[in-house]
């Protein structure tokens, strides 16, 4: 496979299980989409207690209080990043059940991303997709958050989402003005924003006014 699929039997074991991270999406009020779930290529070992979040996402956090195991002072591998950005946020661990995090790869991967369109045309990657689309759907997320660029352009070209929630130019709302609004459907609600590990310096001032404009959307 062209993309960096990550080698370990027991983490992709846990994707085959749940291909997402936290709470299940089909539960969850807030999704944040992304491409592939990343993980250093030794995290057995450098943090072996990503197993007992990968189980049970919702448990973790609230037995830990803190999000996600990225977090822990004592990693600092790939994830780290964003997962510090991501709870800029402000979630509190009561709060665990409002968040999940999916990605358009239904595997773990490692290393740099070079996910294309080709990496999901897999009979296993196609029935994935059709599950990410149902959940949007069909769940009880009234955000969705999707990365510009990659992500975006990805499900365009898959041709398994309907076009209407992916235009190419996005509106802006009063409240929330750095949102970038895809699509409104039934009191849901599809966002475009930069990805949390963003690092250039205009990216990373508009990703921060994201964030607090995020923080403030009604739980």
């Known amino acids: 496979m062209p993309y960096n699929c990550h080698t370990s039997n027991r983490l992709k074991n846990c994707f085959k299980k749940k291909p997402w991270q936290g709470n299940d999406p ?3 009020r807030f999704i944040f ?28 956090w609230k037995n830990k ?8 002072n004592s990693y600092h591998g790939s994830g780290k990043l964003y997962h510090k ?8 661990p009561d709060e665990a059940e409002l968040v999940s995090f999916v990605e ?31 959940w949007f759907d069909c769940g009880s997320a009234r955000y969705i958050f999707l990365v510009g ?8 070209q898959t041709g398994m989402f309907p076009c209407p929630w992916l235009p190419r130019n996005p509106v802006s709302e009063k409240n929330y003005p750095d949102l970038k609004v895809l699509y409104k459907k039934n009191g849901q609600t599809i966002y475009e924003i930069y990805h949390f590990s963003v690092h250039y310096k205009k990216q990373v001032i508009v990703l921060r006014r994201q964030i607090a404009q995020i923080a403030l959307l009604p739980r």
């Open 26 to 28: 089909t539960k969850a």
């Open 33 to 60: 989409v992304g491409l592939d779930a990343n993980f250093d290529s030794n995290i057995e070992n450098t943090l072996p207690v990503i197993f007992d979040y990968l189980d049970d996402g919702v448990c973790y």
């Open 65 to 72: 209080r803190i999000h996600h195991p990225f977090c822990l």
């Open 85 to 92: 950005r991501f709870a800029q946020i402000g979630f509190k």
């Open 104 to 134: 358009l790869l239904h595997l773990p991967t490692t290393g740099r991303s070079t996910l294309n369109l080709s990496d999901l045309s897999s009979n296993q990657s196609k029935e994935h997709l059709c599950k990410l689309a149902n």
């Open 149 to 156: 660029g990659k992500v975006t352009e990805l499900m365009r």
